[in-house]
């Protein structure tokens, strides 16, 4: 069997990629350089860089390939959270200790966990280095303010519920920035559950709720737009299209929009709640590096998931540029294909298994409804359940809130979810 070496990385977002050793054609093994004597030794089979998502879900299924012994993951955080649910924690529906566990927990056993950062890779050399130890005006600081938080977070989505709760009368603004960003309907899922909030303690009256976006259209999937188009009109919600929040003046509760049909114009407005979701990017480290694209994002194959021009490199997740959605449920699928993938090209074969951009984003409408959006590369619905998902409906809720943790600690976590391809198969051969 080929050794392989495989690379994971995030910052902001995550990413997974793989430096795969081709026989004959390398002569050096995989080398890690840590400031810090860190590693129980300096190469691996499988290194693992960055313990997101999709870093732990693939360091399992390698464990599995190689053994544990010849897998290790680099990631400095000491805990591992699942971010979708912080959706729900901004509202108020969760707590933000239920959506954290150690790292330790999650990293599978026998595995080298490394504490540590990247700093530097090199694919030519097949060799990265460790450490040793674009941003809106106004913030980072800002956040110190009250009436503004962001769900994007764990040091500010608790701020998201405070400014909820504190919300007196006025504009309850909502932001969408210029960027690729994690899970693109989450932005807006926290606007529908505050509009519930305010209906709840009778507050709708005084609230004035603004989404400014700088897409062109509230989805990208036609289906689920026009559905959430119903919504934003029965619920009297204010949508802007091409704004882009450039400044936050926090003392004064002022947020700056700039106009993007006309650079350079820009909007100020009032706000007493601010929620912000932040311009967000691959980690300098791939920016900089020979695996990522023009844009900065890791440059792969759409179908299997393999570098374009590195054969021993691979992607996974938000720091690729596949052109799909940012999720977990994206990570999940993709996870299965690259698996078969990998297994493939270690035995010298080609990978036959293509991903079809397979994404899902629980659209939450409110405190006991979503409407779950399941689509591929061409923005095409590409359901599981033998029903409309285009409805909201409690059942989706709950599958969102209680059910999905629960998969995604105890099945995706250990390589064992790679999206739920066989249970539309099964509901569709039910029908039949």
């Known amino acids: 069997m080929t050794p392989l070496a495989a690379v994971m990385s995030g910052s902001r977002t995550r ?128 956040f110190a303010h009250p009436k503004i938080g962001s769900n994007y977070s764990v040091k500010t989505v608790e701020k ?35 509009e519930a909030y305010f209906r709840k303690v009778g507050k709708r009256s005084k609230a004035n709720i603004i989404f400014n976006t700088s897409l062109g259209a509230i989805f990208g ?39 993007l049909n006309n650079p350079g114009e820009t909007q100020v407005i009032s706000y007493e709640m601010l929620h912000v979701t932040p311009p967000m990017s691959s980690p300098d480290v791939l920016k900089t590096s020979p695996v990522a694209d023009a844009a900065g994002w890791v440059d792969v194959d759409k179908d299997t998931l393999q570098h374009k021009r590195y054969p021993n490199v691979f992607g996974i997740g938000d720091c690729t540029n596949l052109p799909t959605s940012k999720t977990a449920a994206a990570v999940a699928a993709q996870s299965g294909i690259l698996d078969r993938t990998i297994s493939l090209i270690m035995k010298n074969q080609t990978p036959v298994k293509k991903y079809d951009g397979y994404t899902s984003c629980p659209l939450v409408t409110g405190y006991n409804r979503v409407i779950l959006a399941e689509f591929d590369y061409n923005a095409q619905p590409l359901e599981t359940f033998p029903f409309d998902q285009g409805k909201e409906r409690l059942s989706m809720y709950l599958m969102k809130a209680d059910m999905m943790p629960i998969l995604y600690w105890n099945l995706m976590l250990r390589g064992y979810w790679g999206g739920p391809a066989f249970l539309r198969k099964l509901f569709h051969l039910g029908m039949s």
């Open 15 to 142: 990413l997974f990629a793989c430096f795969l050793r081709l026989g004959a054609q390398q002569t050096s093994p995989l080398q890690l350089h840590t400031g810090a004597g860190l590693a129980a030794k300096n190469y691996y089979e499988v290194l693992v860089l960055g313990g997101g998502s999709g870093g732990i879900t693939m360091a399992a299924r390698m464990k599995r390939r190689v053994g544990a012994e010849n897998v290790a993951i680099v990631e400095p955080s000491e805990r591992h959270f699942y971010q979708p649910i912080w959706t729900l924690v901004g509202a108020g529906a969760k707590q933000l200790s239920s959506s954290g566990r150690p790292t330790a927990s999650v990293i599978p056993s026998g595995v080298e966990w490394i504490k540590d950062r990247v700093a530097d890779l090199n694919p030519d050399k097949n060799c990265i280095h460790t450490d040793s130890g674009k941003e809106i005006k106004g913030l980072p600081e800002g």
């Open 160 to 194: 998201t519920w405070k400014a909820l709760q504190d919300f007196k009368e006025g504009n309850a603004i909502f932001t969408f920035p210029n960027t690729p960003v994690k899970c693109a309907g989450a932005p807006q899922k926290i606007m529908y559950l505050s």
């Open 221 to 259: 999937v036609k289906k689920y737009a026009d559905a959430l188009q119903e919504i934003i009109q029965e619920r009297n919600l204010t949508v802007n299209y091409k704004q882009n929040l450039v400044e936050v003046r926090a003392d004064k509760q002022e947020a700056v929009f700039e106009n």
